[in-house]
């Protein structure tokens, strides 16, 4: 048996934010998701750490690539492990509040939606990152409060 099929993968290191924003629309907040027409999926924007990058690092310039959007990190929130293509996988997330920028469809994100958190909820793929937004609620600041 060769030693390297015992050898587990390294695991994969990448970043992102739950991105919010007070709704122009009505009182309290939105949550921005993206479109990976790769995976046809909506997800929070995150990827893969470049090397050497620390995961704060990583996580706001992989906002500002898939969303336009140039943000200010607020709390650490739960960071998510799976198996993606076999290989584990550990994403840190920040929510982070948008400041500047605007939106470029990509190949990578073709899309991406802003929405109070429920329908952010309700919207995303993954399980696993409905929990974020569970999770980045916990975080507001006392008398900050989501789209009714």
């Known amino acids: ?3 390297a099929e015992d050898t587990p993968a390294p695991t994969v290191h990448a970043a992102g934010c739950v991105l919010w924003r007070r709704s122009p ?15 046809d999926d909506w997800s ?29 990190p607020g709390a650490e929130l739960p960071s998510v492990r799976y198996l993606a293509n076999g290989r584990p996988k550990e ?10 920028g605007a939106f470029t469809p990509s190949d990578e994100v073709d899309r991406i939606v802003w929405l109070e958190p429920a329908a952010a909820r309700a919207r995303l793929t993954q399980p696993r990152d409905r929990s974020l937004v569970d999770a980045f609620l916990t975080t507001l600041p006392p008398g900050t409060t989501p789209c009714p």
């Open 1 to 3: 048996m060769d030693p």
């Open 25 to 39: 629309r009505a009182p309290g907040l939105e949550l921005c998701l993206v479109h990976r027409p790769k995976y």
């Open 44 to 72: 929070h924007p995150k990827g893969k750490l470049e090397p050497g990058e620390d995961s704060l690092t990583g996580a706001l310039r992989e906002v500002a690539e898939e969303t336009g959007y140039a943000a200010a």
């Open 91 to 100: 994403v840190r997330y920040w929510a982070a509040a948008a400041t500047t």
